[in-house]
């Protein structure tokens, strides 16, 4: 059974700094890896998907990365839209998301 | 637009059954498969079950045996039937679109309906 992890659990920074978060898994999950955002009272938002992809109309400042376990969501200029809540998830099996990573402001 | 809207959430005993329902609009809810994802108070996701478009259905383990889904395509709406329940099913219950390029990655979420099981 995988497991996912997020890091850090919460992370304070400014409007304007780059933000990044890790995912793992407990073992390689290939690209199969999604990010979402959810703010307080609303519903997750897709933003990538297979690791890198961009869902539709989702800012170029939000990118992917990685392979087999570890990936990255980097957000480059945080906007003050930015401060949520972001969660992989993987699909290589059932779907599973990680804990979340708090973006807050610093 | 794409629009879910779920409803049916409310507060139940253990051990008492509840039906959501999920309207789908704005797109040819036929075409795509569906599932229910869920988020206790304060907690992370956790995906329930999904039904294909051709009515394959799979269930976490968590609720398997206990939860059932559904879908009625003629109507545009999407079923979860949640019986045996139990106080850690309390939740938000989102209906949500699998994506044409992975039919568990998720495009689109309703707003959830709230399921509290409480004596």
């Known amino acids: 059974e995988v497991l996912l992890t997020q890091s850090p659990a919460t992370l304070s920074l400014s409007p304007g700094e780059r933000a990044t978060l890790s995912c793992r898994a407990s073992?390689?999950?290939?690209?199969?890896v999604a990010w979402y955002q959810q703010k307080p009272g609303q519903a997750p938002r897709l933003l990538i998907y297979?690791?890198?992809k961009r869902a539709t109309g989702i800012p170029a400042r939000f990118s992917g990365s990685g392979s087999g376990t570890d990936f990255t969501l980097t957000i480059s200029n945080l906007e003050p839209e930015d401060f949520a809540v972001y969660y992989c998830?993987?699909?290589?099996?059932?779907?599973?998301f990680g804990p979340g990573t708090k973006v807050d402001i610093k | 637009q794409v629009q879910l809207v779920e409803s049916g959430g409310g507060l139940v005993k253990p051990g008492g059954s509840l039906r959501l329902s999920c309207a789908a609009s704005?797109?040819?809810?036929?075409?795509?498969?569906m599932s229910w994802i869920r988020q206790a108070p304060g907690k992370g996701l956790e995906w329930v079950s999904y039904?294909?478009?051709?009515?394959?259905?799979y269930f976490a383990d968590s609720v398997r045996g206990r939860f059932t889904i559904s879908r009625d395509n003629a109507k545009n709406s999407l079923y979860l039937e949640m019986n045996s329940l139990r106080a850690e099913d309390t939740a938000m219950y989102y209906c949500?679109?699998?994506?044409?390029?992975?039919?568990?990655?998720?495009?689109?979420w309703g707003q959830g309906t709230l399921v509290t099981v409480s004596s």
């Open positions: 039904i294909s478009n051709s009515d394959t259905k």
């Open positions: 704005g797109f040819t809810f036929s075409d795509y498969y």
């Open positions: 073992q390689s999950i290939s690209s199969y």
């Open positions: 297979d690791t890198a």
């Open positions: 949500a679109r699998g994506t044409w390029f992975g039919e568990f990655y998720f495009d689109y």
């Open positions: 998830q993987q699909r290589s099996s059932w779907p599973l």
